[in-house]
């Protein structure tokens, strides 16, 4: 049987990881989809200590979950994971036998603004957060991880390029 293949894509708020991951875990069978974002959906939301400790410990425990199943061969993973200390928070905590690929999706602040000016059209966000977004596009650069430059590609197109570094 063929190693399992946890494909991780991070980038900045707003830059495309949730969709890219999505036409990626599409694209390849048989996979399963995780967004990180999923174990902070929590009304107010509220971060904290105990929430983050929280939320690692449900990301760690799904993905040693999907890892674990036999059903699945590629485990698609995104979160904004903006520092190198929270890959390897995750990434300690994981069991068993798999390939690894970290790609950061990385985008020019003019990209990032048109993501988020089609984001808020579709009430998926709202502009007050760009600069925040913003303020975390340098830190991407610096990770251990494949960038990917989303600036002029469609989500399909970056799906594409993401599969075709990691191979079938």
């Known amino acids: 049987m063929k190693m399992k293949k946890l494909i991780i894509i991070n ?20 996979s399963v989809f995780l967004d990180g974002d999923w174990c902070w959906k929590m009304n107010p939301w509220v971060f904290s ?13 799904l993905l040693n979950a999907y890892l674990a199943n036999t059903s699945f ?16 928070q995750i990434l300690s905590r ?3 036998g798999f390939d690894l690929y970290k790609f950061s999706l990385i985008c020019s602040k003019e990209a990032l603004r048109a993501h988020f000016t089609q984001d808020v059209q579709k009430g998926i966000r709202t502009m007050d ?24 590609l469609s989500a399909g197109q970056a ?5 075709e570094q990691i191979g079938k």
């Open 49 to 61: 200590e105990e929430n983050k400790a929280m939320v690692i410990n449900n990301i760690t425990y």
């Open 129 to 152: 957060t760009l600069e925040a977004s913003y303020s975390r596009m340098q830190l991407y650069q610096t990770l251990s991880t494949q960038k990917i430059d989303v600036s002029h």
């Open 73 to 88: 061969r590629y485990v698609i993973f995104c979160w904004v994971l903006h520092r190198e200390f929270i890959f390897d």
């Open 11 to 30: 980038g900045t708020m707003g830059v495309g990881k949730s969709t890219v991951a999505e036409l990626v875990a599409d694209r390849l069978e048989p």
């Open 159 to 163: 799906a594409n390029r993401l599969i």
């Open 94 to 96: 994981l069991h068993g």
